[in-house]
């Protein structure tokens, strides 16, 4: 069975910081890709970052700068270190992983940043 258990989301003050983490079960976590994607409500869910197996990070414009997405084969954890928060960050953050047509979601952390 597979699962993709986040943590870390948490009501934080603008400026502030939080490490999201997901941690997977059931698959050869080293060869997914692994992605992060958020729901505001009202919005629909849009991809933050993403890593490939190789390491390689993409963002959406608006948290480049600010989030940096990390991979821990060793630990099938994947990380999303987010820095500078603004309100509009506020959402549900999901973890992903994904190979070809072999796609997961954890169940979702709250991140609220409001003052």
């Known amino acids: 069975q597979v699962q993709l258990v986040e943590s870390g989301g948490g009501l934080v003050q603008p400026g502030g910081s939080l490490r999201l983490s997901c941690v997977a079960s059931?698959?050869?976590?080293?060869?997914?890709?692994m992605g992060w994607y958020r729901q505001a409500p009202g919005k629909q869910r849009e991809l933050v970052a993403a890593i490939t197996k190789d390491g390689s990070a993409n963002y959406v414009d608006s948290v480049k700068g600010r989030f940096t997405i990390s991979r821990d084969n060793a630990k099938n954890t994947v990380y999303l270190q987010m820095n500078s928060l603004k309100p509009e960050d506020t959402a549900v953050y999901y973890c992903n992983g994904g190979i070809y047509s072999d796609v997961h979601w954890g169940q979702g952390t709250q991140v609220t940043v409001s003052s």
């Open positions: 059931g698959i050869i976590f080293r060869f997914y890709t």
